[in-house]
């Protein structure tokens, strides 16, 4: 079995248009940029989930038509065998790079479809459903590719660089049939929640967790789960982001927008919160949180 510190993670892409190595001013409407994806993690419930897999056989982004109402529509940046991924190994800010250097022409996206083809789910019990066998059941969304709203729009000019993140959210994405005891279901429904993060505008959060060890050390806790919550909410429903704790009981999240937020972090019986941390743009906020 995996180590159950890797539990508490689910996907997403990191997207970084190059600079272009033509010459010229900068231009929303003119020029090319190129496109790379890449992986990295966000959580799961690590008590439950032993794999979480996912297959992408076709990555669209869709450009706005320009004032002039030309050069609008979808554009393929990769469509092939699968590209499958174990949720699971990608922690903590590592990054796995899924498309490399694809054209992307100047202007306005708003936009991005990912079709997934497979998927499949462990659960420590050693219940296993699949997309092969129709326990993995996708939503209709699935022969088109599920819709990933950029918001704001992500404006793309000749000459520069930017990242996107886009997150899936794991403990949306799979949901129980029926509902209320996971562990038992009958099948699970697989419909991609995605949070989507400008990295240029966004910050990145660190730090661990920590405990009592009984003697009055503070250590590392690790498998427990961190979430990132709108200032003044302790509902975790409402995290905007959360992910689990590794062995030594550090974690990092990618693409948090400028504010303020509150966080929660629990293992177990154990819980604990640090109030109004402040995230900044393109920069690192490392923090501690005591949970008892």
């Not at 993670?9 to 190595?21: D, R, Y």
């Not at 590209?83 to 790079?97: A, S």
């Amino acid at each position: 079995m995996r180590h159950t510190a890797k539990l508490a993670l689910a996907l997403s892409l990191l997207t970084v248009i190059q600079a272009c190595s033509g010459g010229g001013s900068a231009s929303a409407t003119g020029g090319t940029g190129f496109l790379t994806l890449e992986a990295t993690d966000k959580p799961f419930d690590h008590s439950l989930v032993v794999e979480a897999s996912l297959g992408i056989d076709l990555v669209r982004i869709h450009r706005n038509a320009d004032a002039a109402g030309g050069g609008g529509g979808f554009l393929t940046l990769y469509e092939g065998p699968p590209m499958n991924f174990d949720l699971l190994d990608l922690q903590n800010g590592v990054v796995r790079t899924l498309v490399a250097a694809a054209p992307l022409p100047a202007g306005q996206y708003r936009q991005l479809r990912l079709r997934v083809s497979s998927g499949r789910l462990e659960l420590t019990n050693g219940n296993v459903y699949t997309t092969d066998d129709g326990s993995l059941e996708l939503s209709s969304q699935a022969t088109s590719g599920f819709k990933i709203f950029v918001d704001p729009p992500l404006i793309v000019a000749d000459l520069e660089s930017y990242k996107l993140l886009l997150d899936f959210d794991l403990t949306k994405t799979f949901k129980a049939i029926p509902g209320d005891d996971p562990e038992n279901a009958t099948k699970f429904h697989l419909h991609p929640v995605i949070r989507v993060a400008n990295l240029g505008l966004s910050g990145t959060l660190a730090g661990i967790v920590v405990a009592d060890d009984g003697d009055g050390n503070l250590i590392g806790v690790d498998m427990a789960t961190v979430y990132v919550l709108p200032e003044g909410s302790t509902n975790p429903d409402d995290a905007l982001a959360s992910t689990g704790t590794a062995a030594d009981g550090t974690f990092k999240v990618l693409g948090l927008l400028p504010g303020v937020y509150d966080l929660s972090a629990t293992k177990e019986l154990l819980s604990g919160s640090l109030l109004a941390v402040t995230i900044t743009a393109d920069t690192l906020t490392e923090v501690e949180i005591l949970i008892q």
